[in-house]
């Protein structure tokens, strides 16, 4: 006996969705009536960077139901909810990964800026999220060594 279990990846898809040309929703929607063509996917020219904000502890122990708040976020930028519930009509952390931030831009530089300048905005004791995603990748572009249209980073 073999299973097979299919889904898109976390954080992955938060980074590759918002450059998607077309919304996935009505892709799904043609899927589920049989009704899609095969054909290549369009993206936006440009780049997508993640940053996943945890709760300080995560994978092991890590406090649960804290008060969460989300700043408003720009046109170029887009947050992901995970670990997320509502108590009384706020949110509160109820996971590990309690939710994600998706930067775009013309460049990873200004996409990578975007996505922190968003995190900036969230709030819930104990955060955690790494500082370093993408900067390699960023550096080097500074440097001129990065030709891609448009690229994602998680």
Same mark, same amino acid.
Request: net charge negative; charged share 25%.
């Given at each position: 006996?073999?299973?097979?279990?299919?889904?898109?990846?976390?954080?992955?898809?938060?980074?590759?969705?918002?450059?998607?040309?077309?919304? =996935?929703?009505?892709?799904? $929607?043609?899927? &589920?009536?049989? @009704?899609?063509?095969? *054909?290549?996917?369009?993206?936006? !020219? +440009?780049?997508?960077?993640?940053?996943?904000?945890?709760?300080?502890?995560?994978?092991?122990?890590?406090?649960?139901?804290?008060?969460?708040?989300?700043?408003?976020?720009?046109?170029?930028?887009?947050?992901?909810?995970?670990?997320?519930?509502?108590?009384?009509?706020?949110?509160?952390?109820?996971?590990?990964?309690? =939710?994600?931030?998706?930067? $775009?831009?013309? &460049?990873?530089? @200004?996409?990578?800026? *975007?996505?922190?300048?968003?995190? !900036? +905005?969230?709030?819930?004791?104990?955060?955690?999220?790494?500082?370093?995603?993408?900067?390699?990748?960023?550096?080097?572009?500074?440097?001129?060594?990065?030709?891609?249209?448009?690229?994602?980073?998680?």
């Amino acid at each position: 006996l073999l299973e097979y279990n299919v889904r898109f990846g976390d954080p992955e898809t938060q980074a590759i969705l918002p450059l998607l040309e077309e919304g =996935l929703a009505p892709l799904l $929607m043609q899927v &589920s009536r049989g @009704e899609l063509e095969p *054909r290549p996917l369009n993206y936006r !020219e +440009g780049f997508a960077c993640n940053v996943v904000a945890a709760a300080v502890g995560y994978p092991g122990e890590y406090q649960k139901g804290l008060p969460v708040v989300i700043g408003e976020m720009t046109e170029n930028a887009q947050v992901f909810p995970a670990g997320v519930a509502r108590r009384e009509g706020e949110l509160v952390s109820s996971g590990g990964r309690v =939710l994600s931030v998706t930067g $775009m831009g013309g &460049s990873l530089t @200004e996409a990578r800026r *975007r996505a922190y300048q968003a995190m !900036e +905005g969230v709030r819930f004791e104990s955060i955690y999220y790494r500082r370093d995603i993408g900067l390699r990748e960023a550096e080097k572009e500074v440097g001129g060594d990065n030709n891609s249209k448009s690229r994602s980073l998680f």
